[in-house]
């Protein structure tokens, strides 16, 4: 009976043991037969793989500026080159024409005819019209320079003639910001001043009158 009992304990103990090791057998078997990937397949799978939802989209360019005919447009100016009044004309990409007209006061510094030439100045209420022609100095998507030539007629200093330059920005599709700057020569400014306006003899224009210059501002509308 104790060697029957010995022999059955050691049956036992035996069985236990290969239970243990069955499962961990089992994971190395697993284990050893996972395909593993070769570096140049997972290279290759990682540049073929495509974003997610999640992954930023890239930023779209912004749309063009919708711009509408420049053949024609009409608006207002404010300042001393062309006056406090409206703007009319267009043309094509070669030469453009445009008509001012409006409010252009007139101011005459001077240096009295004394030992101190005192600093005098006279100014006059006048009206005036012109006309350029602007040919292109640079032409952008949504702007343009141009080089001014033209005439005007003031009331008080008569006839000139001048130059200057037109710098324009499209706004809107209808809508454009202008600068135009330049010089006027009215040849016959001083005599008009003594002889319609009673120009005070006591006084030496500091600067001709027959010179006249500045800016103006001009906001235009293309229908």
């Keep these: 009976m104790p060697a029957r009992t010995t022999r059955r304990a050691r049956h036992l103990a035996v069985a236990a043991l290969?239970?243990?090791s069955a499962p961990s057998g089992r994971a190395r078997a697993q284990v050893a037969e996972a395909p593993t990937a070769a570096p140049?397949?997972?290279?290759?799978?990682?540049?073929?793989?495509?974003p997610g939802p999640d992954t930023p989209a890239e930023a779209a360019p912004p749309p063009a500026l919708p711009r509408g005919q420049r053949t024609f447009g009409v608006?207002?100016?404010?300042?001393s080159w062309a006056g406090a009044g409206l703007i009319a004309g267009g043309g094509g990409r070669t030469v453009k024409g445009w008509v001012t007209a409006g409010y252009a006061p007139v101011l005459v510094f001077s240096n009295a005819r004394t030992a101190s030439r005192s600093i005098r100045f006279n100014g006059y209420s006048a009206f005036q019209v012109g006309a350029d022609l602007g040919v292109p100095l640079a032409i952008r998507e949504r702007s343009e320079a141009r080089l001014l030539?033209?005439?005007k007629y003031n009331t008080v200093l008569g006839h000139g003639g001048g130059a200057g330059v037109r710098l324009l920005y499209d706004r809107s599709a209808h809508l454009a910001l202008a600068v135009a700057a330049g010089l006027t020569v009215f040849p016959a400014a001083e005599r008009r001043l003594d002889e319609h306006q009673h120009y005070p003899p006591d006084r030496d224009p500091g600067l001709t009158p027959a010179l006249q210059g500045g800016l103006t501002l001009e906001l235009?509308?293309?229908p």
């Design 220 to 222: 235009i509308w293309f």
């Design 18 to 20: 290969l239970l243990l």
């Design 75 to 79: 608006g207002a100016t404010l300042g």
């Design 40 to 50: 140049g397949q997972a290279a290759a799978g990682q540049a073929t793989a495509e």
């Design 149 to 151: 030539l033209g005439y």
